[in-house]
């Protein structure tokens, strides 16, 4: 039986606290599920690519048996927000009615010390999903990586799949071998790159990324500098991701010499 991959649905209800070390200002929140969530904003400075990025590098983090926090779909009414007296978080609460994107809060989670040695199978399955999705921001400057009740948990995919920022010959950037590996975190304890690899073409395949493309709300994709209809846009999704996986060995090759 294929695993289910849905999205629950949550209402936001309350607007705790800006998590301001984020680029984009996410914010710590409540739902009426009665659960904390970290909130990834449609209003945000990449707008919804940026959710885009959470959605697919979560769920293909998620397949790869890594701990990713729980993803849903957080809602906010035109009435939230605005009570808020900063004027930029007012402004962003008012550009991200709709449609966000919440992370379950990882109450009482430590920062990742990369002194502290994991796993090789572990360390190499992250470098490989990184490297794969083209994930800049998993670095020693900010790991997005947490200590919770004593595993490793992967956090914040919002800065892959960088190529939809040009929206242009996807093609090419599928096969873009991606030396900024070469800065990931976690580069000199994946040792079993060839591992990793091999469990990853076990695991994922092509109606895996059907699926998680199809996730894509019609609303996140309603793009002002293209005319492609959403149905177009997943597609290019898709077509980037099974050509990206289908010539692996570009970006494994390349980390393995960055570790060499």
Known sequence: MAKDISLRNVNVTRYIVPLREGGSLPALAEANDGFKYVLKFRGAGHGTKML???LIGGKIASALGLNIPELVFAWLDEDFGRSEGDEEIQDLLKGSIGQNLGLHFLSGALAFDPKVE??????SK?????AFITNIDRTFNNSNLLWWHQELWVIDNGASLYFHHSWKDFEKHSLNPFPYIKDHILLSQATMLDEADRFAHETLNEDFF?????????????WNHTEDTPEQIREVYLNFLRNRFQHSDNFLNCAKDARG
């Open 52 to 54: 885009i990025s959470e």
């Open 210 to 222: 059907k699926g998680i493309v199809n996730l894509i709300p019609d609303n996140w994709l309603m």
């Open 126 to 130: 992250i470098v490989w999903l990184d």
């Open 118 to 123: 994991i796993d090789p199978t572990l360390a």
